[in-house]
């Protein structure tokens, strides 16, 4: 992946863009694949959710950058656990990242912010 797309996509995700999610699913398109295996009714907001999670972001940078609180980001979190059968003693960034790895040959960037 070039690194260019990847700070853009940084970018978009900072600024609440709403091309943020085309660019995430064109640079990392098993994600979204695995996540509508897992549940074919996940919203667009939701995946946008969880490609941020995908990209490490924190509660409070989440909270920052979509502009709610953070206990909303939290509430969001816990929601999505259900919706996707994530069990409670599973880091949820590390399960969103696992999701990836179970298709090898694609390449991942961690992102510090």
Not at 33 to 62: D, Q, W, Y
Not at 67 to 93: C, M, W, Y
Request: with cysteine.
């Amino acid at each position: 992946m070039e690194r260019n797309n990847f700070n853009n996509l940084i970018a978009l995700a900072k600024n609440n863009n709403a091309e943020f999610l085309a660019l995430f699913n064109e640079i990392y398109p098993e994600f979204v694949a695995s996540l509508k295996t897992i549940n074919p009714k996940i919203r667009s907001s939701e995946l946008e959710f969880c490609a941020m999670t995908f990209l490490n972001f924190s509660t409070k940078n989440i909270a920052q950058y979509t502009f709610v609180t953070v206990r909303a980001v939290q509430v969001r979190k816990n929601r999505l656990r259900k919706k996707l059968n994530i069990a409670s003693d599973i880091d949820f960034n590390n399960w969103m990242r696992d999701q990836i790895q179970r298709n090898p040959g694609v390449e991942q960037e961690q992102v510090s912010v």
